[in-house]
């Protein structure tokens, strides 16, 4: 809007007012104000005239009290004119008919807005200098006055203005609404001296920042210089700790490796504190024990000076690595010093020991056998315990260096092979053992192996006891057993000393470190005990002879292999105290199976090519007539007969081995046995045999005489045979009804027939309506034909006759086939019997009693030609030319199966 004054002239607007958080009814009252002011010229120019002449006025005062004099006349002055403005005729005043304010508050409100307005008396002053000399109305100072209002609001921020007009355009619609709380107006100045301070604060912060800029440009140049001499001094004392870091670890490290002057004196020359004798200048092995144990501990404090060097970490350091460098030649030095020194007491202490056991260095032959064991043993064990002392010295050599203990070791063992267990008192020991003095090793080796066709054939007409001939010998099994006995032990000692003495056994050791260290021990115990494994070896049968031929006695391996096996069980560690102790038994056993395996492949072999040779079905006959037991079977028991005496020499009849616990010797025996029973399969199938008896009296004669002889030979043997002895009952009774059957129907074949025909039809048409079918007259006529107690008699002595001659003596089979024979009768007659009785009403004569009784008479007594008189009469001549039976021996059984 544009405002004129009174003489006409535009003056120039109000600036916009910059205000934040104003209330509207604020906002309301500013606008009012400003358009009063505007509206009235005459107002405006008498302010401003008013102003001029109060300026005039006290141009001549300069002080404050006057300027504020007039100010508060100008503030009184404007105040008077817009009350009489606002006023009525009441009070005297002129009335313009304009009402500024509309309530008592607003007014009030414009009186603290214009008091706490603050203007200088020197600025209003020069103010109406400027407009008088213009020539301007005195008007202007409400212009002046107006804009020193507004200078304050001009530092608020320029959106409030925005804010104003919008807030002017919906002024209109806010009428409608409810007026809302009334502020307090006197938080709009303090807002504005806020945002004044603000911009202060701002103005000064800016002042600052170009301050600090520009000194920050002038010093520049020395905290460039600061820096640099900063970041020196910090490298310089990160430099300073660490030196003072690597003097301490280095202090510590070679403070770890120094080593008193007492001990280097000892690593550089470890004999300096053994006790020497004078006359021979050798090691005192009974007065080194004080030395011994100073190189232990000298020993030590080196190895822990190298353990202190690998744990600190500080080998590549120069300083150390040399030290450590001299201290490695010392200990290689010390190391080969402490070799020398063990393997010259070694030779020492068994020198000693080989010269008390031998007078004049030769070895003597004692009385006994037991006086010779009991004398290495001694004299291990007092080797042994005189060199216990200086395990101290192989510990320090294993913490030192333990690639020398090899070559130890290979000493100690030779010590021991050429020593406490020479060839010389190897050979003596076994040579003074009962075989020997018997039959030389030499004989031994050169006796050749026993196969199953050499055995002499066992026979159950004697009873089906043992038939070894004289010129069969048993084997030298009680020298096995007492070497074993007696020499086991001083190797199972040898094994635990050699582990204790290498420190073979720790029990902290992983699976491989394990194995790694039974190896070397069983590698040096067996170069320790060489020539005891030789001549054991030629004991078992298994190795050369001193005459260059190993023993082909099969037997000799079998006899080995078990008493191998009865020796381990007193080498199983059962209580597992692991260690030393576990380790020696461990190469016990390691040591008999290895044997075994060598004894048992021998044995194996030989029962392989033997069940060859039973598979060949030797001495059968091809249509299997009158075959009697087979030779494999007939000689199958003295085997067994050979095993039993040559496991009991020298232990008495009393011994018993219980073959079936032994693995290989059960599985290769069984497998032998049923061998023998698949011959006796494949000789009753083949198409050459006679299937109508042959096949089965061949069955049950080897069945029968298989189950007798192992049952003879006691439970042992039953029991290591009970799948066979069962399969064996089984072909029995099955090839025994066969063959029954097959006699009773060819000699009572006229019977059979009719009771057959008899028992179908009656199953077909019952009991009533069988005579029928057959006539009674006919079945009578035929029973009294066939069934005559004459015509039994001699039926029943022919089928003992054929029965007789089917039959061989070895198997002493007849006198169990009759008893068969008479039971089967019984139940045949009587079924005959009965069907008689129920169909026809008819009694057979006679009976099934009486033919049991008729029976019983033929196979009780008599010779078998009294028999062939007296029973069969013309029907001799039908079997005298079968009269002999199978076998050597042509004379009747009957003596020996009466009954």
């Known amino acids: 809007q544009q405002c004129k004054l009174a003489d006409g002239t535009k003056c120039a607007p109000l600036p916009p007012l910059a205000m934040r958080d104003v209330d509207r009814t604020e906002l309301q009252y500013l606008c009012t104000v400003n358009k009063f002011l505007n509206s009235s010229p005459g107002i405006m120019g008498l302010l401003q005239r008013e102003r001029y002449r109060q300026l005039y006025y006290y141009k001549n005062q300069t002080n404050k009290n006057n300027e504020d004099i007039m100010l508060k006349d100008l503030e009184d002055l404007a105040y008077d004119m817009m009350m009489t403005t606002a006023g009525g005729e009441d009070d005297g005043h002129h009335t313009m008919g304009v009402t500024i304010f509309t309530s008592t508050e607003e007014e009030k409100d414009a009186e603290e807005v214009l008091n706490i307005t603050q203007v200088k008396a020197g600025q209003l002053a020069l103010a109406s200098q400027e407009h008088k000399g213009n020539g301007e109305d005195a008007t202007c100072t409400a212009e002046s ?21 919008a807030w002017e355009d919906e002024k209109q619609q806010a009428e409608g609404m409810s007026i809302r709380n009334q502020r307090d107006f006197i938080d709009a100045p303090n807002l504005v001296s806020l945002f004044a301070t603000l911009d202060q604060l701002d103005a000064e912060l800016a002042k600052m920042e170009i301050w600090l800029k520009d000194r920050a440009t002038f010093i520049k140049p020395l905290t460039d210089d600061c820096r640099e001499i900063e970041e020196t001094n910090t490298a310089l004392e990160q430099q300073w700790k660490s030196y003072n870091m690597l003097g301490t670890s280095l202090s510590r490290l070679m403070n770890g490796l120094d080593v008193s002057q007492t001990v280097m004196k000892i690593l550089r020359d470890p004999r300096s504190v053994l006790t020497i004798k004078e006359e021979t200048g050798k090691i005192d092995v009974d007065k080194s024990e ?18 202190s060097a690998a744990d600190e970490g500080g080998v590549h350091l120069r300083a150390v690595s040399e030290r450590v460098e001299d201290l490695i030649i010392i200990a290689n030095k010390f190391c080969s010093e402490i070799s020398k020194i063990i393997i010259e007491v070694m030779r020492s202490l068994a020198t000693e020991m080989i010269t008390s056991m031998d ?3 030769k070895t003597s032959k004692p009385d006994t056998r037991a006086a010779m064991a009991k004398k290495i043993r001694d004299a291990q064990r007092g080797f042994q315990s005189s060199l216990l002392m200086y395990i101290k010295l192989i510990e320090v050599l294993a913490l030192l260096k333990p690639e020398t203990l090899p070559e130890i070791r290979k000493v100690y063992s030779d010590l021991v092979a050429e020593g406490i267990l020479s060839k010389k008192r190897m050979k003596v020991y076994f040579h003074l053992l009962p075989g020997y003095t018997k039959q030389s090793f030499v004989v031994v080796g050169e006796q050749s192996s026993l196969d199953l066709k050499d055995y002499p054939p066992c026979s159950l007409k004697h009873g089906g006891g043992s038939v070894l001939a004289s010129d069969i010998v048993s084997v030298n099994a009680e020298d096995i057993g007492l070497a074993l006995t007696e020499m086991l032990p001083v190797i199972a000692r040898e094994a635990y000393f050699t582990a204790a003495l290498f420190g073979l056994s720790g029990k902290n050791l992983d699976g491989r470190a394990k194995k790694r260290n ?5 590698k040096s115990v067996d170069d320790s005990s060489v020539y005891f494994r030789y001549y054991l070896s030629r004991a078992c049968g298994i190795a050369e002879t001193e005459g260059g031929k190993a023993s082909n006695d099969c037997m000799l391996s079998l006899v080995a292999s078990i008493h191998l096996n009865e020796s381990m069980e007193g080498y199983i560690d059962r209580q597992k105290k692991g260690g030393d102790h576990s380790l020696s038994l461990a190469y016990v056993r390691a040591t008999i199976l290895d044997f075994r395996k060598k004894v048992d492949k021998k044995w194996v072999g030989w029962i392989e090519e033997n069940i060859k040779y039973i598979r060949s079905n030797p ?29 009991q020499a020298g232990f008495g009849n009393d011994h018993s081995v219980n073959l079936s616990k032994i693995k290989v010797v059960s599985y290769y ?14 000789c009753a199938e083949r198409e050459t045999t006679d299937q109508q008896y042959a096949a089965n009296v061949m069955r049950m004669e080897n069945a029968h005489f298989f189950t007798e002889t192992i049952r003879k030979r006691g439970s042992e043997l039953s029991h290591l045979f009970q799948k066979q002895l069962t399969a064996a009952g089984a072909i029995y009774k099955q090839s025994t009804d066969s063959y029954l059957g097959w006699m009773i129907k060819r000699e009572f074949k006229v019977l059979h027939s009719l009771f057959s025909n008899v028992s179908r039809i009656r199953r077909e048409v019952g009991d009533a309506d069988v005579p029928i079918h057959i006539p009674k007259t006919t079945f009578v006529k035929t029973l009294t034909k066939e069934s005559s107690r004459e015509v039994m008699k001699e039926k029943i002595g022919a089928i003992y006759l054929r029965m007789e001659k089917h039959l061989s003596e070895v198997a002493a089979l007849l006198p169990h086939a009759w008893k068969s024979l008479v039971r089967v009768l019984y139940e045949w007659f009587g079924r005959w019997e009965k069907l008689g009785n129920h169909c026809y009403d008819f009694k057979l004569e006679p009976g099934a ?3 049991v009784r008729i029976a019983k008479t033929v196979g009780g007594g008599g010779s078998s030609v009294e028999r062939r008189k007296e029973t069969v009469g013309p029907s001799a001549p039908r079997s005298s030319n079968n009269n002999s039976s199978h076998g050597s021996n042509p004379s009747s059984p009957r003596k020996q199966l009466a009954g």
């Open 145 to 165: 006055l107006t804009e020193l209002l507004q200078k304050k609001m001009r530092d608020l921020e320029a959106d409030a203005c925005r804010r104003l007009i």
């Open 290 to 307: 004080k030395g011994v144990d100073k190189i232990q501990q000298a020993g030590k404090e080196l190895k822990k000076a190298f353990d």
């Open 359 to 361: 007078a004049g260095g």
């Open 518 to 522: 039974f190896e070397a021990a069983k």
């Open 619 to 647: 001495g059968v006959p091809l249509t299997g007539k009158r075959a009697g037991v087979f030779m494999t079977f007939a000689r199958f028991p003295s085997y067994l007969d050979h095993i039993t005496c040559s496991c």
């Open 669 to 682: 025996l069984q497998k032998m046995a049923g061998a023998l029973f698949a011959s006796l399969h494949e």
């Open 849 to 851: 009693v009486e033919v």
